[in-house]
């Protein structure tokens, strides 16, 4: 007898937990746009100065982009070089350390394309 009241007992206690937990709202604040990084600063039309400056980063980054393409062709061709002489699939130290600056420069490379002016 005494099993069957706590029975009803713990049923009555969790249909007044539902009940409660349903009757509540939970309201939350419109989510704030996330769309421009926090690196990126809009540049309006109307400023002249925050254009130049906008046009010469950008200008910057190109001359960036092409200094580390031709670096990472040429650390490409010795890599390329090192693995034609190898004997028997062993590397140099030297041939490490190139495919390492390569990896470098390649995650250089994609953050400085992805940024925008």
Known sequence: MCGV???IIV?????CAVGV????????????????????IPVTMGDPILRQQAIAANQQRQLEIKRDMEKMAELTGELKDYLAQSTQGVMSVDAIKKAEQIEKLAHGLKSKMKQSF
Do not use: D, E, K
């Open 5 to 7: 009241r706590s029975l």
């Open 11 to 15: 049923t009555c206690v969790l249909w």
């Open 21 to 40: 937990a349903s009757a509540q709202q939970i309201h939350l604040p419109a989510a704030a746009s996330q769309s421009q990084g926090m690196g990126n």
